[in-house]
């Protein structure tokens, strides 16, 4: 296990890292979090492991590893189970690879890695709503490398990874959809500033885009071979 801080120098690649508030209500009080952590952790159970991290490790070494998590998931009877399963596994190797796909300056695939975890939250895991997919969707269309919600679902934020000095602009589309939709407006962050800068920039991006509401690796094997 390895808990260890990695370097994240969006600078150094002209990037900024845009996280945006849905302002989508968080909906974690009716169990539905809980309901997937006890289906993972009796998924962990039959499997006869502690947790499905030694069951993710396992697979990585393996010399296929698309085969091996189609037979640990062939050990799950139920549908549900198996795509929660499928999650877990499959997110886990994409941190890896996105640490090193980030490190190695290759900011394609780092977006990449990005929109694979976003789209298996959504199908697998299913913890996004509606504010989330399409604040994905306009982002990863308006030149983000990649977009993904962050956080437990249900609600809340998502993060983007773009080029410098575009994170506002995008964040304003977002917001212009949300508007046409009838959503709340949204509130947007660009992270690359010192704390100073960063605090008036929200300060600005906060009063734009609610003014405009009122104006009414492993995983290349995985993803490769699953698709």
């Not at 009796?42 to 590893?65: M, Q």
């Not at 605090?199 to 698709?227: I, Y």
């Amino acid at each position: 296990e390895n808990v260890s801080q990695q370097e994240f120098d969006l600078d150094k690649y002209g990037l900024e890292l845009m996280v945006l508030d849905t302002q989508a209500p968080h909906q974690l009080n009716d169990g539905q979090y809980a309901q997937r952590r006890a289906t993972c952790e009796k998924a962990a159970e039959i499997l006869g492991v502690a947790n499905l991290r030694v069951v993710a490790d396992s697979i990585a070494k393996s010399d296929d590893p698309f085969q091996a998590l189609k037979e640990t998931l062939d050990k799950l009877e139920d549908d549900t189970m198996k795509k929660r399963v499928r999650h877990v596994i499959t997110e886990i190797a994409r941190v890896n690879s996105f640490v090193r796909a980030f490190a190695n300056g290759k900011i394609d695939e780092a977006g990449r890695l990005f929109n694979a975890s976003h789209d298996s939250l959504a199908a697998d895991y299913e913890v996004t709503v509606p504010e989330l997919d399409i604040a994905v969707e306009v982002a990863r269309a308006n030149g983000a490398y990649g977009a993904r919600m962050t956080g437990g679902g249900f609600g809340g934020s998502i993060i983007a990874l773009v080029d410098k000095g575009q994170g506002h602009e995008i964040a304003q589309k977002i917001a212009d959809e949300f508007e046409a939709k009838g959503f709340n407006a949204p509130r947007a962050l660009p992270h690359t500033q010192q704390p100073q800068q960063a605090a008036k920039s929200e300060a600005t991006c906060r009063t734009k885009l609610r003014s405009n509401r009122n104006h009414d690796s492993v995983t290349d094997v995985f993803e490769n071979r699953m698709a």
